[in-house]
Antibody
């Protein structure tokens, strides 16, 4: 069965960077797209960007341009999201979510990774 | 890439129906038949309830239905049950791999 397993919670200081991983299993990794979505405490879902797993092409939301980098390692079926220049407003749960080729919806989500930014 | 507009909250009694709206623009909701809806219980990851405006994944009760008119999509839940109480988010494709979410609607079952 398809599973997306994310790395554990992180605590970072303002100005630092964080790198969250999302390991996929149960399907052919390179057929799809992996999106990242975050949710600040008590707030809604916010789309951050997407990486095409075959080739590694990325598209980022305007709000994160210049601060986010999404990469993948096909040998381990793992996707990474790195966010730099962290500020307190980046405190949120970060989710990876799969979109299969030729579809436009998230059928599987990771369990979420809480990133806390605090001095 | 502005967020789609959803009511902050809706409520209904068990057995009743509720409808949650999701308003965007011709660049997202109105431009593509790729609106999806997600249910989120506290502390859990979102769960797909409707995709491509009105399609239901296997395992989702047929009490959940979706529709779209112009720049507004809607999720209707009929025969409300206590377990339907959750937050609901719409999401639309906006071209060039971009997605945009609604602000979320809290459904309370009275």
């Amino acid at each position: 069965q398809v599973q997306l397993v994310q790395s554990g919670a992180e605590v970072k200081k303002p100005g630092a960077s964080v790198k969250v991983s999302c390991k996929a299993s149960g399907y052919t990794f390179t057929n799809d797209y992996m999106h990242w979505v975050r949710q600040a405490p008590g707030q809604g879902l916010e789309w951050m960007g997407v990486i095409k797993l075959s080739g590694g092409t990325t598209t980022y939301a305007q709000n994160f341009q210049g601060r986010v980098t999404m990469t993948r390692d096909t040998s381990t079926s793992t996707v990474y999201m790195e966010l730099s220049s962290l500020r307190s407003e980046d405190t949120a749960v970060y989710y990876c979510a799969r979109v299969t080729a030729d579809t436009y919806y998230y059928d599987y989500w990771g369990q979420g990774t809480l990133v806390t930014v605090s001095s | 890439q502005s967020a789609l507009t959803q009511p902050r909250s809706v409520s209904g009694s068990p057995g009743q129906s509720v409808t949650i709206s999701c308003t965007g623009t011709s660049s997202d909701v109105g431009g593509y038949n790729y609106v999806s809806w997600y249910q989120q219980h506290p502390g859990k990851a979102p769960k797909l309830m409707i995709y491509d405006v009105n399609k239901r994944p296997s395992g989702v009760p047929d009490r959940f239905s979706g529709s779209k008119s112009g720049n507004t999509a809607s999720l209707t839940i009929s025969g409300l049950q206590a377990e339907d109480e959750a937050d609901y988010y719409c999401c639309s494709y906006a071209g060039n791999y971009i997605r945009v979410f609604g602000g979320g609607t809290k459904l309370t079952v009275l």
